[in-house]
């Protein structure tokens, strides 16, 4: 099965070019609904207006070449090691979200347009690589979905509870659960044409509601990382105090409250959000 091209059984029913037709289409609903997003919420202007601010707060220049390579580190750190997240466990789960994502639709793609015709066959390794993709998207997903998500963790909220903010991750996991299942019982009659129903529903709604769901953020976020990258650099640090050592003289000077209230010495205390796991619900 793992090796085999579901979408190539899938061509006796669904002509290639309409399979194809359908990819094209989804590749507009995510450009359409990463700009209306953006229009809508005017997030391009909030950035572009952000960053203008951060300049004129800057307290050195940064060259082109800086610029350069904090792009460059932004991403080999932020986009392809997922860096930005501090708890490990959520680091890991989302790289495997994101790589099994990725896998899985380049791997799509390939096959629709490459191996749905009568004489063509895939290359077992393609097919390997969108059953793994998949895999890999539900393991990552399933594992934020039940023991991660902070709403679960330490809110006492149950998993099975469902808001807005969820769609993305939920019709990512249907899609892929639905595409695995779909494959499984290949040759399965009719329940194997709900599985492929259910697969096409979720992935539509997946692709299709970009405006409202999470899914931009795999664009946003790196432009994001970028600036932050920026900010430090510039010492413009958006507004924020820097990372001062409380036992500094010049920053007691700077902060006579600090020997008064805490002694000349003041012990480091460490980051009160990283003290202790939160359970409190
Ligand atoms: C390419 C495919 C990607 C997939 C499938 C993906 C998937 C996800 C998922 C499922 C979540 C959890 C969303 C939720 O809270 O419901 C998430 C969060 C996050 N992702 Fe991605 N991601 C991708 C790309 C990226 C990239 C390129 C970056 C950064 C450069 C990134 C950075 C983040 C961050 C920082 C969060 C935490 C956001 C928050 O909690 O508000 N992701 N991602």
Redesign the pocket.
């Known amino acids: 099965m793992i090796t085999s091209n579901p979408f190539a059984e899938l061509s006796a029913i669904i002509p290639s070019f309409a399979m194809q037709a359908y990819v094209v289409a989804m590749f507009l609903l995510v450009i359409g609904g990463t700009v209306l997003d953006m229009i809508h919420k005017k997030s391009a202007q909030y950035f572009f207006e952000n960053a203008k601010k951060a300049e004129k707060e800057a307290k050195r220049t940064v060259s082109g070449g800086d610029k350069a390579s904090m792009m460059v580190a ?1 991403v080999t750190s ?3 090691t ?1 860096s ?2 501090q708890n490990p466990r ?1 680091r890991l789960s ?1 790289l495997f ?6 896998a899985f639709v380049a791997s799509t793609v390939w096959l629709i347009f490459g191996y749905t015709s009568a004489d063509a066959v895939a290359p077992s390794w393609l097919a390997t690589t969108w059953h793994l993709g998949a895999a890999s ?1 539900c393991f ?2 399933y594992w ?1 979905w039940f023991f991660i ?2 709403d679960v963790v330490s809110e006492g909220v149950k998993w099975h509870d469902l808001r807005k ?2 769609m ?2 939920v019709s ?1 996991l249907l899609m892929a659960t639905f595409a695995l299942l779909w494959s499984a019982t290949m040759g399965g009659g009719t329940l194997n044409m709900l599985l492929c129903i259910l697969f096409i529903l979720s992935s539509t709604f997946l692709f299709s509601t970009v405006m409202w769901s ?2 931009a ?3 946003f ?2 432009a ?2 970028y600036q932050k990258r920026v900010t430090r650099a510039d010492e413009s640090r958006e507004n924020l105090p820097g990372d001062f050592d409380l036992t500094d003289p010049a920053v007691q000077k700077r902060f006579p409250d600090i020997p008064e209230y805490m002694g000349k010495n003041p012990s480091y205390m460490g980051h009160g959000i990283r003290r202790e796991r939160p359970h409190h619900y």
């Open positions: 932004t932020e986009v392809l997922s930005e997240f959520r989302h979200t994101m790589y099994g994502f990725i998207l990552g997903g934020f998500r902070v903010a969820d993305f991750i990512l999470k899914f953020h795999m664009f976020k790196p994001a990382a």
